[in-house]
């Protein structure tokens, strides 16, 4: 038995024996997600799998929390596609090591089959800049990126300056997606058995990833520069494991605003 603020496993016996009553032989355990709202605007469509290919018939039952406001409080405020010549222009999108366009077409993470996704981005191992609009309201902001999973532990040190030339930058944090599309499984015949080092794959190379900006290097301004410099992290997936490339992937990059809501009237 567990019982802790944001998560628990409070009822259920050990064995049928000793059950006390029939709800005692159900197994329940209760989690908060705090640290993964997750913000919407008209609706939210919200799937969970059950087992690794969603086929376990167990019972399952959640309890999901809507915390409603008089009107949105994270708006977007502006968008770059990386790749699309117009639109890197339109931003004043540098990068002096990214690649030629990357196009990529595989899934998300989305339930057992979700369908292909085609795209067109970039990976870079040195610096990119890039300009974005924002609601000089705001209180704080919020920078989501499309990438690559591929690419193992994308790190990255972010710094905002005014959209103003000649802003000096300033630091606004460290970026880092653990992890990648590949991972390694060992299952030994022998319950003390030697590891097994069995590398598998993941077809699943979408991600997107969110970083937050703090509301000193954003409030009262309507435009921003961002430069993300990449710091690769070249830890091996398991020791013996060849080196993997290691860069920096960006598809899309999207700005959003944390605003006060209108008051009802």
Not at 163 to 173: I, N, Q, S, W, Y
Request: one cysteine or more.
């Amino acid at each position: 038995t567990m019982t802790l603020p944001l998560a628990g496993h409070p009822t259920g016996a050990t064995d049928p024996a000793s059950a006390k009553n029939d709800e005692d032989k159900i197994e329940s355990a209760y989690r908060f997600l705090l640290a993964d709202m997750m913000p919407f605007g008209k609706n939210a469509r919200i799937q969970l799998e059950h087992g690794g290919n969603d086929d376990s018939t167990e019972h399952y039952r959640s309890v999901a929390y809507w915390y409603g406001l008089p009107g949105a409080c994270l708006t977007v405020s502006d968008q770059l596609h990386v790749s699309d010549t117009a639109d890197e222009q339109m931003h004043t999108y540098a990068s002096p090591t990214a690649t030629m366009v990357d196009a990529l077409t595989s899934r998300f993470e989305l339930g057992p089959s979700p369908p292909d996704v085609t795209d067109t981005g970039r990976h870079m191992k040195g610096d990119t800049e890039f300009s974005m609009k924002l609601d000089p309201n705001n209180k704080g902001a919020l920078l989501r990126r499309r990438l690559d999973y591929q690419y193992p532990d994308q790190r990255a040190e972010v710094s905002v300056a005014d959209g103003a030339a000649g802003t000096k930058f300033e630091p606004a944090g460290t970026w880092y997606l653990a992890g990648s599309n590949r991972c390694v499984y060992s299952n030994p015949a022998a319950e003390l058995g030697p590891a097994e080092h069995t590398v598998r794959t993941s077809t699943r190379r979408f991600r997107e990833d969110e970083f937050l900006l703090p509301r000193a290097l954003t409030e009262g301004r309507s435009t921003i520069r961002i430069r993300i410099h990449f710091t690769p992290v070249n830890t091996p997936l398991f020791v013996g494991d060849p080196p993997v490339e290691q860069a920096w992937s960006e598809f899309r990059y999207a700005l959003y605003s944390y605003v006060m809501p209108p008051l009802p009237k």
